[in-house]
């Protein structure tokens, strides 16, 4: 029996393992049958849906876009990734105890970093954003098991945690900070990088340098950027994205190249005191807006160009190209063209008289006035150089009529030999007539030419020369008659390399005759000696130009007015000649007392900074008033320049950082003495220059804002109040 049941019980054994052999052996071959449905049949598409999930192809690489300098290297515009920060807190590694753990610290760090806000506003965000997280999960885990298909709008994936983008050095330092410093699944950590075109000088010659679209990949919008966008912007790489052991690593296949850098002509120095010049010329008239450009003499290289115009009351900005969109009637800069065709034709001398009664002469039912003729006081008659010392329409149209009534075409193709209607390339984009001159011919059946049209025009009306042509006209006379190109752009470069350099462009080798124009450099010395440009003269060197008032052109009649300074100086070894107009201002218009104003406080600039290492004072009667006003600020750097000038002075402290000054209009001293700042409190800044000012309450913790140009005169939060932290202060200059 027990034999029997042993046998029995093998038996069974061995057929239930027959059963699972031949179980074992049919999954075996399906599992064979599988492998090769999928590699073989289904492959191809197993295959391309692999492709998708683990490789992304085709992806752009941007490449940098280069960068403009200034021609002393430094930077005008660049440009610089930055980071918006966020947090994903539905992030599978984020540890909820760990999070509590960290999140106080966490605050006060990017509290102490970012002072916008508070460590309490930075925790309630953060905390804020993890409750968030768990009810869209909670409401996410009902829907699935509810079979619901409504989507839940998920906030919590990308929550911002810091206001402003930030760079690559504060991401850096970011990433150290408790509950950061961990890998990004854990932290939750995300950010999304954006290439900004950054200006170092914030709005320092803005309209020249142009700005880019919003959408860097869009290019250049205005200015240098626009007109060289497609030497800035380079040329796009390209790669594809592959996951790999749960990352993602890019696999370059093609180096974008990056764009290629512009060295331009500009002179940070020279810009800033034209803008600041300017700027408080067109608020202190209250004018529609302004211009002023510098060139360098031999080289035509622009040092400045501003263009202001108003956009509320009391406040410019760069806006239109000024320089080149003043399509309006010069006035009288452009008697100085008339007086050098006249003298070259010999049709009248320096000394020559004419006769010019009460300043009205009438002509072919028009009548020509001077800007006298109500008051009188003048002569009968006046010579050459005496009329256009005070500018005189009388003067400079009998001049004109003398030479050419009866053959205006002459007169016409004279200035065309100038090379005044040459049409010119500039390096700023320009739209329509902008940037040309516009001068009328007697057989131009577009334009037909009147019986006054001569006369007119002689003195600056019924023709239309843009400020840069008469900044280059007044520079070649300065130039020993070799009449050249104004530009802006000196070269390309690329890794720091001359790809590219652009030479000076003659216009005109020789404008006129030597006699000619020693005769003219005398005239124009002569109107800022004894004429309408005395304003303009300089105890410190000779200047040379001429005024310019003219009525705009508005709706078939005339509406205020245009008034104009152009000249050179040093006017006897001459460096560099300065365009000013100003529009529409408010009250007498005067080419001398308002453009003129502007014009001096920008070559004295230049001269003490750049052209002398010292003032030279005319005697002893004049150090007084000659004697810097010295600003509040760096003790430092106020002795540098002070021992520069060879200006003697005292200081009463010892071993200050910031000082105050003081001078002494009776002893003609000046006097340095420690400015006091206590940490936590709120310095003192009056007095001080504005980056100084800037530099000292920013470096305490304040948000600084600023208007107006000089010295501070005026903060809003009072010097020796606790300070918070981010909070702002508003400075006002003189």
């Not at 699972?20 to 295959?47: D, H, N, Q, T």
């Not at 925790?123 to 996410?140: F, P, V």
């Not at 006035?331 to 020559?352: H, I, N, Q, Y």
């Amino acid at each position: 029996m027990a034999k029997k049941s042993e046998g029995t019980m093998k038996k069974a054994a061995i057929s239930r393992y027959g059963w699972i052999v031949f179980l074992m052996s049919f999954i075996f071959i399906g599992i064979i049958v599988c492998i090769f449905k999928i590699k073989y049949a289904e492959g191809p598409v197993w295959r391309e849906l692999g492709k998708l999930e683990t490789v992304k192809k085709d992806r752009e690489i941007r490449p940098n876009r280069g960068n403009i300098y200034a021609d002393d290297g430094r930077l005008l515009a660049t440009s610089e990734p930055l980071y918006g920060v966020y947090m994903d807190f539905m992030s599978e590694g984020i540890k909820k105890d760990t999070l509590m753990k960290y999140v106080t610290p966490l605050s006060q760090a990017l509290a102490k970093k970012f002072a916008d806000r508070n460590a309490a506003q930075y925790k309630k965000i953060i905390l804020d954003g993890w409750d968030l997280s768990r009810k869209e999960l909670n409401e996410i885990e009902i829907n699935r098991k509810s079979g619901s298909k409504k989507k839940v709008k998920v906030r919590s994936r990308y929550v911002r945690i810091i206001r402003p983008d930030i760079n690559y050095v504060d991401l850096k330092e970011l990433r150290t900070f408790p509950f950061f410093n961990q890998r990004s699944n854990r932290s939750g950590l995300l950010t999304e990088e954006k290439t900004m075109r950054m200006k170092p000088f914030g709005r320092l010659a803005g309209r020249t340098v142009g700005s880019i679209y919003k959408d860097i990949d869009a290019g250049g919008a205005s200015g240098l950027e626009l007109k060289y966008d497609s030497i800035l912007k380079g040329v796009p790489g390209l790669k594809t994205r592959q996951r790999v052991q749960g990352r993602w690593i890019d696999v370059v296949l093609e180096e974008p190249i990056d764009g290629w850098d512009i060295k331009t002509s500009l002179d940070v120095d020279i810009q800033d005191m034209s803008e600041k010049a300017l700027y408080n010329k067109l608020v202190e008239t209250r004018a529609e807006s302004g211009v002023a450009i510098v060139m360098e003499v031999a080289t035509g290289e622009i040092k400045a160009i501003t263009n202001l115009d108003r956009v509320s009351e009391g406040v410019y900005a760069e806006g239109n190209p000024n320089a080149f969109s003043y399509m309006s009637e010069p006035g009288s800069t452009f008697k100085t063209v008339s007086l050098m065709v006249a003298l070259e034709d010999s049709v009248v001398t320096p000394r020559d008289s004419l006769f010019v009664g009460n300043g009205l002469f009438e002509h072919k039912g028009r009548v020509v006035r001077d800007h006298y003729w109500r008051t009188g006081g003048r002569k009968q008659y006046m010579t050459i150089t005496e009329g256009m010392a005070i500018s005189s329409n009388v003067v400079v149209s009998k001049m004109i009529l003398k030479g050419y009534e009866n053959n205006p075409q002459k007169y016409a193709q004279r200035i065309h030999d100038l090379g005044l209607t040459k049409k010119i390339e500039w390096d700023v984009p320009l739209k329509g007539i902008e940037g040309t001159s516009q001068i009328r011919f007697p057989n131009d059946k577009a334009n037909p030419w009147s019986k006054t049209t001569l006369a007119w025009m002689s003195f600056g009306y019924e023709t239309q020369v843009p400020p840069i042509y008469m900044l280059m006209f007044y520079n070649g006379i300065a130039n020993n008659g070799k009449m050249i190109k104004p530009f802006l752009t000196k070269a390309f470069l690329k890794d720091g390399k001359v790809q590219q350099e652009f030479e000076t462009e003659v216009i005109n080798p020789s404008l006129c005759s030597e006699r000619t124009l020693s005769q003219v450099k005398e005239i124009l010395r002569e109107v800022v000696t004894k004429g309408t440009g005395k304003a303009v003269n300089s105890k410190l060197f000779p200047i040379a130009g001429k005024t310019g008032t003219a009525m705009i052109a508005s709706r078939g009649g005339y509406e205020g007015y245009y008034v104009s300074f152009c000249g050179y100086f040093p006017a006897d070894a001459p460096k560099y000649t300065c365009f000013v107009g100003i529009r529409r201002p408010v009250g007498s218009p005067s080419g001398g007392l308002m453009p003129g104003a502007v014009f001096k406080n920008i070559a004295e600039g230049i001269y003490t900074k750049h052209l002398v290492a010292t003032p030279v004072y005319a005697s002893k009667d004049t150090v007084h008033s000659l004697i810097p006003a010295v600003k509040g600020g760096s003790l430092k750097n106020t002795e540098l320049v002070l021992k520069k000038l060879n200006q003697q002075y005292t200081f009463s402290g010892d071993k200050a950082e910031w000082i105050k000054a003081k001078n002494d209009s009776v002893t003609g001293g000046i006097t340095l003495f420690e400015s006091i700042s206590k940490e936590g409190l709120v310095p003192n800044v009056i007095g001080m220059g504005a980056r100084d000012a800037i530099y000292l309450l920013e470096n305490s913790g304040l948000k600084v804002n600023l208007s107006g140009a000089g010295k501070v005169r005026k903060q809003s939060i009072q010097a020796g109040s606790k300070i918070t932290k981010g909070a702002a202060i508003t400075i006002e200059l003189n």
